[in-house]
């Protein structure tokens, strides 16, 4: 299944065990990574009220090549807590290791 809309968010954080979910990034619709849609934020927005930690793991090059603005939003992003972008378990596993 897709992950789109806020609604999925939730139904993923009620089946998550803790605080972070690991979403692969297969698992995300194209327009997830398409700011403009609204998609991401709304997403994002369920994990952050509900004081959940998001990763997105996974190779997201096509899309940073495409919009400056995502590759603001994911530098941002992966400076704070809430939200990670990381291209594999590996990167996470070093992240929180921090």
Same mark, same amino acid.
């Given at each position: 299944m897709t992950l789109r809309t806020d609604r999925d968010a939730i139904e993923l954080m009620s089946e998550a065990r803790d605080g972070m979910v690991v979403i692969p990034v297969e698992r995300l619709?194209?327009?997830?990574? %398409?700011? &403009?849609?609204?998609?991401?934020?709304?997403?994002?927005? &369920? /994990?952050?009220?509900?004081? %959940?930690?998001? @990763? @997105?793991?996974?190779?997201?090059?096509? /899309?940073? $090549? $495409?919009?400056?603005?995502? %590759?603001d939003f994911v530098y941002e992003a992966n400076r704070g807590d809430h939200v990670w972008f990381v291209e594999n378990l590996e990167e996470l596993e070093r992240r929180l290791e921090k």
């Open positions: 619709d194209d327009d997830f990574f %398409r700011l &403009k849609t609204g998609v991401a934020g709304a997403f994002i927005q &369920k /994990f952050v009220t509900y004081g %959940r930690r998001l @990763v @997105v793991v996974g190779d997201i090059s096509a /899309f940073l $090549e $495409e919009s400056s603005a995502l %590759r």
